[in-house]
């Protein structure tokens, strides 16, 4: 559930070249704050991923709304 998710996020992700440096940015739009600068567009998709990662696990652990991204959803339940 969580890897499906996770590659979903990352199909949506938007990479550029920042034109002052030729490094690379990227974002995945469906989900604010998540992003990631670095020298190589590989270096980028590895940063990114793993911002998303951390993003995630924060998102899961203070209960915060996980946005559906191409129809997958997590659903975290609360232990009461």
Known sequence: MLTAYMRAAMGQARYEIVEDDGSFYGSIPAIPGVWANAGTLEACREELESVLEGWLLLSIADHS????????????????
């Open 65 to 80: 709304e996980i946005p559906e991204i191409d129809g997958r959803r997590l659903q975290i339940p609360q232990v009461a």
